[in-house]
Nanobody
């Protein structure tokens, strides 16, 4: 079994910073990519940032220059550093990882439970 556990969400004033963490545990042979999504009330879930195995990153335009995705391979943990937060960043943030549990199994998408980020004025 593979589990993703997010932490680091909370309430922050506009202009502030938060760092989200996503720790993967369980049967893990290989992690191919890790990403952060978010979903605001009444809106579809959107990809915020993705970090592939080769180190390539991609961000949604609205967070470029403010958010940074990173990963500690030794800890199987991804981070999302969020700076200069805006009211419109308020959402539930979900971690997603493409993980190959064993050498005999294919890679699969796994999701965390989500962590609330609320930006206040």
């Amino acid at each position: 079994q593979v589990q993703l556990v997010e932490s680091g969400g909370g309430l922050v004033q506009a202009g502030g910073s938060l760092r989200l963490s996503c720790a993967a545990s369980g049967s893990i042979f290989e992690i191919n990519a890790m990403a952060w999504y978010r979903q605001a009330p009444g809106k579809p879930r959107e990809l915020v940032a993705i970090l592939a195995n080769g180190g390539n990153t991609n961000y949604v335009d609205s967070v470029k220059g403010r958010f940074t995705i990173s990963r500690d391979n030794a800890k199987n943990t991804a981070y999302l550093q969020m700076n200069s937060l805006k009211l419109e960043d308020t959402a539930v943030y979900y971690c997603n990882a493409v993980i190959r549990p064993t050498i005999r199994t294919p890679s699969t998408h796994y999701w965390g439970q989500g962590t609330q980020v609320t930006v206040s004025s």
